[in-house]
């Protein structure tokens, strides 16, 4: 199989951890015989500093033109002082935006190997984490108009909260189809006793829900979820909700698992292109080091060989490298414990590349 794929390195951690993601796909292309075709692209700050623009258009054209993109994270208190349009993240929201990729699945699974690194009790993690959160991405919030106005004297600032009906419904059937692969429930997580955007989310899916009688259908507030997912996170599967909520519970979720730097994202629209990055950020406190887990990145990379590729057994092949790197006592600093071998970030990516 022949791909293009778009990587945006980014900024802070971000070019160590890609480097690694990278390592793995050349192991697997060799393997398994692919060829993965790499385009650089300059994203987020980086984007600043060489070209005035967090997403120059060039570089939007170079992800549409690619079957996929890989991105490490963008962002870091370099360009903190910018206004929000110049601000690093800018780039990514436009690049969301511009791909139309407004299905965002981001898994929250324990890996049995880190479950001393969870900060919950034991009696909790025995009973089992594994949902996903399905976070949509290009809407609410962070997309409805922002301004800042001066009134009376002072500084107003608004942001408007807005989804349309084809914005839940699309999203909410994602989350039904990707529960009828699992275990067969979805929760949908708003505020709904305060926001109308919230009860236009819980109308639209009681639509949806009549088309999967087989899943089994919960409403849960956001603040009552964020205290359940502590609580008891065995009792989710898919989690739905809006970008807000989405990003909130998504690292609230990585968490419970250990470490955030274990968890990958996809991020899809209608068609297979999609873009694929780990949730955490950029770090800025050990970039540079070579002291960053680039799991998250790596398993990022699987999950766009079986859902953009269709290349199933390459992304398991991968998975199951980590698995092995896991069993063999190999951690990052991030959740590292005692009779582990402490491993740097290229360490990390090298004994996973070599356990495929
Ligand atoms: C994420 C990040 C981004 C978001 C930032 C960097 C804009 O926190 O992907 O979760 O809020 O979506
Ligand atoms: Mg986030």
């Not at 993109?69 to 903190?80: I, M, R, S």
């Not at 976070?135 to 500084?155: A, P």
Request: with cysteine; proline share 5%; hydrophobic share 40%.
């Amino acid at each position: 199989m022949n791909k293009t794929i778009a990587v945006i390195r980014g900024d802070g951690i971000g070019p160590e951890i890609v480097n690694e993601a990278l390592k793995v796909l050349d192991k697997i292309a060799e393997q398994y015989g692919h060829a993965f075709a790499c385009e650089d692209v300059d994203m987020g700050g980086v984007a600043i500093d060489k070209w005035g623009d967090p997403l120059p258009q060039a570089m939007l054209d170079k992800c549409l033109a690619a079957d996929s993109v890989l991105l490490g994270a963008v962002g870091g208190p370099k360009w903190e002082g910018l206004p929000g349009p110049q601000r690093p993240e800018k780039g990514l929201l436009r690049l969301r935006a511009g791909m139309g990729l407004y299905s965002n699945l981001r898994p929250a699974k324990l890996w049995p190997q880190l479950a001393d690194a969870s900060p919950l009790k034991p009696s909790i993690v025995e009973k089992g984490i594994d949902f996903l959160v399905v976070r949509e991405l290009i809407s609410g919030i962070y997309f409805g108009e922002h301004k800042t106005v001066e009134q009376n004297g002072e500084q107003v600032a608004t942001d408007v909260m807005r989804y349309a009906e084809h914005e839940i419904e699309r999203i909410g059937r994602i989350a039904f189809e990707t529960a009828m692969k699992r275990r067969k429930k979805v929760t949908c997580v708003d505020k709904a006793n305060v926001l109308d955007s919230s009860r236009l989310w819980r109308a639209v899916l009681h639509r949806v829900k009549e088309d999967y009688p087989e899943v089994e259908y919960g409403e849960m507030f956001v603040d009552n979820a964020s205290m359940q997912l502590v609580k008891d996170p065995s009792q989710f599967d898919v989690i739905v909700t809006g970008n807000m909520f989405g990003d909130i519970l998504s690292d609230e979720a990585s968490m419970l698992t250990g470490t955030i730097g274990m968890i990958p994202s996809s991020s899809l629209g209608d068609g297979t292109r999609g873009m694929y990055e780990p949730i955490h950020g950029s770090a800025p406190d050990i970039a540079g080091q070579n002291k960053a887990n680039p799991i998250g990145t790596i398993l990022s990379a699987a999950m766009m060989l079986k859902y953009s590729f269709g290349l199933d057994v390459e992304a398991a092949a991968i998975e199951a490298a980590v698995d092995k790197a896991l069993n063999d006592g190999l951690r990052t600093a991030d959740c590292m414990a005692d009779g582990c071998r402490l491993v740097s970030c290229s360490e990390m990516g090298d004994a996973i590349a070599a356990r495929i």
